[in-house]
T-cell receptor, first 113, second 111 residues
């Protein structure tokens, strides 16, 4: 049973345009959400996060939106750059002790120059 | 510089061999994790530890074992490697439930 779903395995975007990566979750206990970026042959690196008490968090070109009622979050990258080409993992966790972070399957983003 | 290190980066090994994947972190994190990832699939948690002498199995059943004798060290061992163990293994650590720092991973191929 996938608790964190990234339904788009890949996304292709032109340089300079907006990239929107989507993520859905099923467990209402999740109260913290993260996005990780992964290049080939490297481990994932933390990109941006959002607490369930917020509906938006922005860091430079990256913005994460959270819609708790829809159990949906999205990552917006504006403007997209070729260096953003990577696999993006959505992850969710809960504040209660002992709860592990659950990762989605990832979306591979291609930014074309 | 605080970091998390995994060795080897790549390993090709024959069926039946015993292997140990190393993971060390210099951040003093109590929590450490092993994830397994196949291409295009989720990261599956196979083992985790919340401190020295504490280890638990994760959500995905694995024939591997782990140990946590020191805070900084969390090795994963396969007693008898099989082709089905071919995958990427990612080690991570965190000071809490959220902020994971991942190593570069070990890509294991069992032939």
């Amino acid at each position: 049973d996938q608790q964190v779903k990234q339904n788009s395995p890949s996304l292709s975007v032109q340089e300079g345009r907006i990239s929107i990566l989507n993520c859905d979750y099923t467990n209402s206990m999740f109260d913290y959400f993260l996005w990780y970026k992964k290049y080939p042959a490297e481990g994932p690196t933390f990109l941006i996060s959002i607490s369930s008490i917020k509906d938006k968090n922005e860091d430079g070109r990256f913005t994460v939106f959270l819609n708790k009622s829809a159990k949906h979050l999205s990552l917006h990258i504006v403007p997209s750059q070729p260096g953003d080409s990577a696999v993006y993992f959505c992850a969710a966790s809960a504040h209660t002790g002992g709860f592990k972070t659950i990762f989605g399957a990832g979306t591979r983003l291609f930014v074309k120059a | 510089e605080a970091d998390i290190y995994q060795t080897p980066r790549y390993l090709v090994i024959g069926t039946g061999k015993k292997i140990t994947l190393e993971c060390s972190q210099t951040m003093g994190h109590d929590k450490m994790y092993w994830y397994q990832q196949d291409p295009g699939m989720e990261l599956h948690l196979i083992h985790y530890s919340y401190g020295v002498n504490s280890t638990e199995k994760g959500d995905l059943s694995s024939e591997s074992t782990v140990s946590r004798i020191r805070t900084e060290h969390f090795p994963l061992t396969l007693e008898s490697a099989r082709p089905s163990h071919t995958s990427q293994y990612l080690c991570a650590s965190s000071p809490d439930s959220y902020g994971y720092t991942f190593g570069s991973g070990t890509r294991l191929t069992v032939v």
